[in-house]
Structures are given as C-alpha cells and as structure tokens.
C-alpha cells in the first residue's frame, strides 16, 4: 500500500488534511482533480499512484505559479476552488491569463 491513498473521498477533510492539508491550512492544493471521488472501490484505494495525468496536472500547477509569481502569496487553487473545478463549476483560465504579463 502506498504512503500517501491514490484516491481520496471528496467528502474526507479528515484523510485530506493527514496527508495534504495541514500545513497550509487548506490553502494551497494541487492534487489532480481525478483522485477525488464520491465512490471509491478497495481496489481503487490500494491502488498506486501510476497514472500520468495525476502527475501532469500537479506539474501544470507549479509551472503556473512560476509563471503567476504572485506577490501575495495567493495559490492557483485552494482546496474549495479546486472541487468546484472537478466539478466543472470553477475555470481559473480567464482569471489567470489576465495575470501572465508575457503572452
């Protein structure tokens, strides 16, 4: 089994904030939108972490803080924002390319 759960409930502060979110408060998250679920098999629980996409969209969230360099300290995504963004209610790309100066 792996240290940290492949997938976690969407609904599980409690396993969230074991593993990602204590230090910062709920803050600051970048975990890939598809570890979150509703429904989780067993299988899915053990599972490991070998999925691509999971890595890409933690990468692509660093890159756009490198990019952003934000003077106040704000994330891409605190962890509200990004459930809304799963969910397909929240889209920071208007917001954010507003911020990137060079085109």
Do not use: H, W
């Not at 598809?34 to 629980?45: D, G, L, T, V, Y």
Request: glycine content about 4%.
């Amino acid at each position: 089994m792996p240290f940290k759960p492949a997938y976690i409930y969407e609904d599980d502060l409690k396993t969230y904030n074991l593993y990602f979110g204590e230090l910062d408060n709920n803050l600051r998250c970048y975990i890939a939108p598809e570890r979150f679920s509703n429904k989780i098999s067993e299988a899915q629980f053990d599972s490991n972490l070998m999925d691509p996409a999971m890595d890409i969209f933690s990468a692509g969230c660093v890159i756009a803080e490198i990019f952003l360099d934000r003077k106040d300290g704000r994330a891409l995504f605190d962890l509200a924002q990004l459930q809304n963004y799963r969910k397909g209610v929240y889209d920071p790309r208007e917001d954010l390319l507003k911020q990137i100066k060079d085109v």
